[in-house]
C-alpha cells in the first residue's frame, strides 16, 4: 500500500515556534463561566470552594512543569509564567497551549467531586477552558502583567462585592444595582458598602481582593553556605539572554532540577502591584 | 487606582485567524498514551475500551459543534474536519485549539470510570491530549489527510497485531519479535500470521483496521422532495468560496441549524481510501 | 575565534512558508505616490507616461518569473498572481515579498528617463514601493480579487476624471469640486460629463477606464496537434492539488518551460468581471 | 456597480505586527551578487567602489529613518537596526520589509553610475536585493547579532584574501586554491601570506577585515549642560519596555527628532567585538 502518495498533506502542518529570549505566559480562562457558575450554584459574589479548585488544579499544573516559575489566579483565570530560556515543547506554540489546558481541565474536573460533593458534574456542562500564549521580552513587562491582572481581580471584587451586597442586604434587583453602580468610582463604592451596610472592604479575605499566586522558595531549608554558592553561580548566567541550557554539564542540569525540586511552594494572597513583591521574590 | 498604565500588555497579545475559504482539521493525540496505556493496562494489540472511550468522548464533542462535519480516529488520535467556511470563534487558532483539547479532555476523563471500573484514574497519572490546527485548501487536501491516515491506522495494527502475536502466542520477547519484523513487508506479515498462528488478517474487527468513522447522515427521515429542494438550494451556494453566512437570512440559518440537529450521526469503520467512501458522503 | 558564541542570534530569524496548494498574490503599490505624482508633474487624472511606465516595469517582472501566471495593474499599484503549486523561493514570504518588489523598484527606476526624460530623477524623491504576499485558496477568491481591483480601478477613474474636469474645464476649485462630488453616484457622475462638458465616459481610453492585464498566450505560433496533446496531458495534473513537481521528470519540466518562453505575453485593457474573460483565458 | 460583492478578499488579507518591545534588525542582501560580481568585473577580493556603493545606499536609507539606530555592512549585505519602542509603519512586518529593500535598491540603482562610471547598468542585469526582518528581545542579543556579523566579515575576508593572493600572486587556479585551503585555521592563512608573499594581514584596510559601521553621535556639537539634561530626562523613561510614544507630548516629540537631526551621523571601521564599542556608543 502506497503510503507516501497521501503523506504529502503533512507539510500542511506549521509550527510556531515561539520567539526565544522571551518570557511565555499561558493564561488559561474558564469557558463560559458566567453560566456555568449559575448553572452549580456557585456563592456570590465569591464562593471559596470554586477557587480553592482552581488553585488546587494550578498547583498540580505548577508542580508538574519545573520550567513554570511563577503562577497568578483569580475568578475562573490562571496565568502561568514560564522562565525566559524554557525549552519546553521547544517552545512550539500549540504543543505548550494544548498540553496545559489538557492538563488543567483533567485536573479541576478530578478534583471537582472535593470541593462540589454535593453537585455532582453534570455530563452535558462538564467545566472546560481556553488558553493562549503570550510572549513577554522584558521583567518590566512580565511584572506589568502580573500587575494588569491583580488590579483586574481589585476592581471586579470590588464592583461584584458592592453589587451583590446590595441585591442580598439592600434588596435590590441586579437591573436595579447595576443602574445603581454605574459611573461610580472604587471611593463611591467603598461608601456605599461602609455608610449603607458597614462593611469594611478592607476587612475582606485577602485571596478575593488579591486573588493567589503562586511561587516557589528555593532558599527553603538551606544553609547560608549553599544560598550564596548560587548567587555567584547564577550571576555568571544571569542576563545573557542566549538559550544557555545547550551548554549546560548534565551535572549542573541535575542540580538545578534538585533546586527546583527541594523548593517549598507558597500560596499566597498577597500585594505584587508594589515593588517590594518583586524584590523579594527571586522570580528574575 | 490606574488601571491603564498597566493595560498596554493586553497589546502583547496576538490572534493568529486561520484563512479563510480553508478545511480546518484540528487533531487530538494523546500524550505520552505508550506509557499510559501500560500503566493503566490497556489490552495488547488493541484494548476495545480504550478505543470506544476515545470514540465516545469525540462523538460528545462532534455533537457539541455543527460545524464540525467530520471526525477519524484509531489507537489515542482523533482529527476534527471544521467545514471550510466557518467562523466557529472567529477562526482564532488558540481559542480552536485549547477549547477542542479541553472539551476532550473533559470528556475522556468523565467516561474513565463506565470503560474501566476496575482501573480508577491515579491523580499523578490523568490522560491528557495535545493538539494542532491544520489548514487545507481543497477538498482533494482533506481527502487525503484522512486516507494518510487511515493507512497509518493500517500499517501500524498490521504490524501491533504481528507482534503482539508473536509474544503471545509465539512466545517471543519483545526484542525477539521486533527484530524479527524488522525489514518485512505487509505481506510478510499476512504471511507470519497465517502460516505459523492460522490467523487470517482480514478477519480481524474492522475498527482495528480500519479506526473510527464519525459523520452526519442528513438525509435521515426526510422526504424525497426535501432532498430535492435543499439540493437546489445548495447549489446556488456551492463553491463560490465566500464566507457566506454574512449573506444567510436568519431563516436560511434556522433552516441550516434544523437540518443539522435533525441528522443521524453515523460511526462506522469503512474503507474510506477507495472513492465510494466519499461520493456517498455529503461532505464536499 | 570564536565564531559558535555568537552564532546562537540565527535562531531568532524565522521563516513564514507561505501555506501550500493556494494562490499568492504579491500586490506592489507606489509609496507616498499621491505627493510623489505631484512633485514630478504627472497629468491629472491619468498620466500615460506614468502608465505605461508601470506597465513597463511591471512587463520585466513578469518575464522574469515563469511562475507569475497573470498580473493586473492601474493608477501606482500591480498585483502578480503566481500559480497555487509554485516553489518558488521555496514559499518564504520575506523572500517572494522583498525580491519582488527590488525588481520592480530597479526597473521603475530604470526605465523613468525613457518616459520622463524631461524629469530627471531626485535622489531625495526615488520613487520606491511597499508590497505584500496574500494567499487565496481557490480560483474563485483569486478572479473576485482581480473583479475587485478593476472595480476599484473604475470607481477610482470615473470620480477623478470628473473631479478634474470639474476644475480644468469647469474652473471648480479642489475644494468646490470635491464638495460637488460628494454623495454622487456614477450615475450622476457620468451625467455631469455628459451634459456640462459634452464628454462621454464611455469613450474614454481603456488603459484608464479598466487598468492593464498581462497574460501569456500559451497556444500562440501552436499546431492543432499540440494543443490537444496538451489538454490531455493537463488533464492528468488538473485539481489534484498536490505539490506535483516532485513528481515531474526533467523531460517535462524542459517541456513546460519551453512551453512558457514560447507563449507571447498579452498586453490588454479589457473587461475582467464578465465570466467571459476567464473562460477565455487558460489560468485556471 | 455593487463593489461590495468583491470587497470580502481584502479579508484575506493578513498583517504580521511585529512583536513590541522588541528590537527589530532589518537585513538586506544582494540577490546573487556572486554572480552579479563577475559580470560587472568587480575587482578580487574586495572592490572599493562596490563596498563604498553599498555604504553610500545605505548611508541615505540610514537618515530617512530617525528610528534606524545603527547599521553594520560588509559584501553585499547590510544590517539596519530599529530603536526597540519603534513605531514605524505600525511595525508591520511586509511594510516595513518591502520599504526598506525598495529604498535600498532605489539608491544602489541610482548611485551606481557614480561609483562604476564606466560599467553602466545592463537592464537584464540590474542589482536587486532581498530582505527580512528579525527581532531581538535584548541588547544582549542584538550585540550579539552585530559580533556575529563581523566575524562573519572577518572570516571571509582572511578566507577570500588568502585565496586570491593564491590566485594572483601565486598563480594558482581557483580549484588549486581552494584545495589549498580546505581544513586551514586562521594562523594558517595568516602564515602563507605572510611567509608566500610577505603580506601582514593585520595591515590589510580596515573596511575589509571589519566591514562598516553607522551610527549617530547625538552629543555632536552641544554644550556640557544640554548633554546632562538630556541624561536625566532619558533615566527616566529608560528600561521601562512601553511603548512610550503614546504619552510623549508634542513638545518632546519635537525635541528628540531635533536632537536626531542635529547629530552627526558616523561612519566607522572598527571593532564591535569588544565591549569597548558598545560601551562609548549611547545606542542602549
Redesign the interface.
Known sequence: ?A?S??????????E??L????YIIIRIDG?NFHKFSKEYQFEKPNDSRALNLMNKASL?LFSKFNDVIMAYGDSDEYSFLLR?NTVLYERR???L???F???????Y???WNEFFPDNP?D?NR?????????????A??VK??F??RQ??C??NNLYNTTFWTLIEKGKLSPKEAENKLIGTL?SDKNEILFSQFGINYNNEKEIYKKGTIITRDYNYNKSNKEIENENENENKNK?????FEVNLTERQKQRENKKIKRAKILIEHIDLIKDDFWKEKSIF
Open positions: 500500500m503510503k502518495r497521501f503523506e504529502y498533506v503533512k507539510e500542511f502542518e506549521k510556531n515556534y520567539l526565544q529570549n522571551c469557558k498540580s525566559k506554540e500549540s504543543k497551549n494544548s498540553i489546558v489538557s492538563f488543567f481541565t483533567a485536573y474536573n478530578h478534583y458534574l455530563v462538564l467545566p472546560t477552558f481556553d488558553s493562549r500564549c503570550i510572549l513577554y521580552p522584558s518590566e513587562n506589568d502583567y500587575k494588569w488590579v483586574d481589585h476592581i472604587s542576563n545573557t539572554g542566549k538559550i
